[in-house]
């Protein structure tokens, strides 16, 4: 399964542009972004419920991009999960069975086999008013499966979930995919849910694909500021590169007391010396005497201070009103490490750091 | 010492003094005055004698010498049960009525579907023009059927210019000219119903039907079709009961041998000036119309219960 220079426009705005993107059998494939990102577009191509301006989808080495989509062996759970009001559980599990001009007998046989797949058996003769949300996305998961489809296209899973239904709800789903062995591409704005279910996640902003990589790549190398920014918190330090070794890295940060040391050589910003460091909060340690280092530290105040239980979020504000979050650990019960407005210096290790081009 | 409840306050607290209950009351006020003393009356009138007098009809209350009798009489009825004439006239009617609103929910239903369909900068266009005909009186739209339809019309002028007949076609003064008309006349009460009804329906759902491999005239008989059951109901009830009563298009677009109900009701009013005998006619019509009426009662009921 493979996208080629995927792109749509509707009246001159491109939603949707020159994507490249393979899909591996089996796998769970996260489309993640914010809103008018580009990402249901391209999940509704994949559908065909919207035509693509340009490009092609390859399945099997065909290209479908212009296939019905009553056509396409693709199936999709939609949002909103669209189960037919007028319809039993059974009925909408057999309908697309039934498309399919099956027998009557094998029909029953796999709308068995699905209800058992989602544990939904007794709620068989039920109408999907009657039922609950978790149960209306089960019903929809069975239906969506019921065809067997070579791939399963999953439009925001848990948009019309409550929040604590959709812990649950992500694994048990990951747990029903993964047992079917389809391929899947779901779309979500929530990182949490993409980290959660996917085995690898393209982050989609402004119509393009800026990173594609497994949950641990993405989180931990982003290639540029909006991804190191849209997953997760981080912090970013402009500074100018002083020293570039092929082994290490000086940075130069006005706002820090020392400069940054990154223990490998970078080989991206060729002349460039203007970068910006990015380092996770939870990488960052603080203390209250100032460190006996060289390399990577500086000094600031707490300004703010959310306790959450299982950790701490500390708002540090750096000369230049820069502020920079730091999460710890609560790991010590009686304990108050640090107070409001307490002068405190950050650090953290070399291999901390991510640098990342303008 | 117990506390003395105003008058005013218990009045007050009466249910049939809440100010919700006042709202309710204009319309069944309305109904009341409007719809049960009149059919009271037409009912009265049904049971009496038709005399040559003012009012041309005898009294059911009468009293003289001491006796109050009351006089039904129940030969009006007798006499509609006696005379094909009446009977299929009904017959007729329901049959016009019937072919009428199948023609308009087939043609007002792909209608319908499609402005719902449309782009919503154009939706509220397409919906005036379905309604802007009947910002003219309903008179002369149908009068205007007559120089369309008529032997030296419109369309038989255009068919004979372009050499398709020689002779016109006979259509005014036809139970044809009296389908076109009453279709054309009702189209905007089956929309209308039907395109409100479509508004509401989920556009997912019908993607989900295509996504689930049906082919768009299945989606159409499987999903369309009965989630939209309410607005089809609805809209043949707005066409059937009014078209089934029609008076003025069978008149002016219908020819001696259509034969309607209402054309009856106004012979037996006006040329024939036996008012009894067509307050009968008027009960029967209504007892029929409410059928239908009270079964689609039960089916909105019902539907509501679902929810």
């Given at each position: 399964m493979e996208l080629k220079n995927l792109s749509k426009s509707f009246d001159g705005y491109q939603a949707v542009r020159h994507v490249d993107l393979q899909f591996y059998e089996g796998e769970i494939f996260a489309l993640l972004g914010g809103s008018g990102c580009g990402k249901s577009t391209l999940l509704r191509m994949l559908s065909g419920f919207e035509l693509p301006t340009e490009g092609s989808i390859l399945f099997n080495g065909e290209d479908v991009a212009k296939v019905p989509p009553y056509k396409r062996p693709f199936n999709?759970?939609?949002?909103?999960?669209?189960?037919?009001p007028h319809m039993t559980v059974e009925a909408n599990i057999a309908y697309g069975l039934k498309q399919?001009?099956?027998?009557?007998?094998?029909?029953?046989?796999?709308?068995?086999?699905?209800?058992?797949l989602v544990h939904m058996e007794e709620y068989r003769t039920r109408k999907p008013d009657q039922l609950s949300g978790g149960q209306r996305q089960r019903v929809a998961l069975a239906r969506s499966l019921a065809k067997k489809p070579r791939l399963l296209l999953l439009d925001e899973p848990m948009g019309a979930l409550d929040k604590k239904l959709r812990g649950e709800m992500q694994l048990e789903l990951v747990d029903i995919i993964k047992q079917v062995g389809v391929t899947c591409v779901m779309v979500t704005h929530d990182q949490e849910e993409a980290m959660t279910m996917a085995d690898r996640i393209a982050v989609m902003h402004a119509g393009e694909i800026l990173q594609i990589g497994s949950p641990h790549d993405i989180y931990e190398y982003p290639n540029c500021r909006f991804v190191a920014d849209f997953i997760g918190s981080v912090n970013m330090f402009d500074g100018t590169i002083a020293d570039e070794e092929p082994a290490f890295v000086v940075i130069d940060v006005p706002n820090l007391d020392a400069p940054i040391y990154i223990d490998h050589g970078i080989s991206g910003p060729g002349g460039n010396r203007h970068v910006s460091v990015a380092i996770r909060p939870e990488k960052m340690r603080m203390s209250a005497e100032k460190p006996d280092e060289k390399y990577n530290w500086g000094k600031g105040i707490i300004d703010d201070l959310a306790y959450l239980g299982q950790h701490?979020?500390?708002?540090?504000l750096l000369p230049d009103n820069q502020f920079v979050q730091i999460t710890q650990t609560n790991d010590n019960r009686r304990e108050r490490p640090f107070e409001l407005e307490q002068e405190i210096y950050l650090h953290w290790t070399p291999d901390a750091c991510v640098v990342l081009e303008e | 010492m117990k506390a003395l409840t105003p008058t005013w306050y218990k009045l007050r607290q009466s249910a049939w003094l809440k100010p919700r209950n006042g709202v309710i009351a204009i319309p069944y006020l309305w109904l009341l005055l409007f719809f049960l003393v009149p059919f009271i009356i037409v009912l009265k009138i049904s049971f009496a004698e038709a005399q040559i007098a003012i009012p041309p009809y005898t009294d059911l209350i009468t009293y003289a010498n001491d006796q109050l009798s009351i006089n039904l009489n129940l030969g009006n009825f007798v006499w509609l049960f006696n005379d094909d004439l009446y009977f299929s006239a009904y017959l007729s009617s329901i049959r016009i009525a019937l072919v009428s609103t199948l023609?308009?929910?087939l043609i007002g239903y792909p209608m319908a579907l499609a402005i719902s369909r449309a782009p919503a900068s154009s939706r509220n266009v397409l919906l005036l023009l379905v309604i802007l005909p009947s910002w003219t009186s309903f008179l002369i739209r149908i009068y205007a059927w007559i120089g369309i339809l008529k032997p030296n019309g419109y369309i038989n002028n255009a068919l004979m210019a372009m050499g398709i007949i020689d002779t016109p076609i006979v259509m005014l003064h036809t139970d044809f000219a009296v389908y076109v008309g009453i279709v054309y006349a009702y189209l905007p009460f089956m929309i209308l119903p039907l395109y409100a009804n479509m508004m509401k329906l989920d556009h997912s759902l019908v993607e989900a039907s295509s996504d689930l491999g049906a082919s768009p005239v299945t989606t159409l008989f499987k999903v369309i079709l009965p989630l939209t059951k309410a607005g089809i109901i609805a809209g043949c009830m707005l066409v059937f009961i009014p078209a089934v009563g029609e008076f003025v298009i069978p008149e002016l677009l219908g020819g001696p041998e259509t034969l309607m109900i209402g054309k009856i009701l106004w012979e037996e009013f006006f040329n024939n000036r036996d008012w009894p005998v067509a307050s009968a006619v008027a009960i029967i019509m209504l007892a029929l119309l409410i059928l239908p009426i009270m079964w689609f009662d039960r089916y909105q009921n019902k539907q509501m219960e679902q929810q």
């Open positions: 999709m759970m939609f949002q909103s999960y669209a189960l037919f399919d001009k099956m027998k009557k007998a094998d029909i029953d046989a796999r709308v068995n086999e699905m209800l058992k701490s979020i500390y708002h540090i | 023609l308009c929910l």
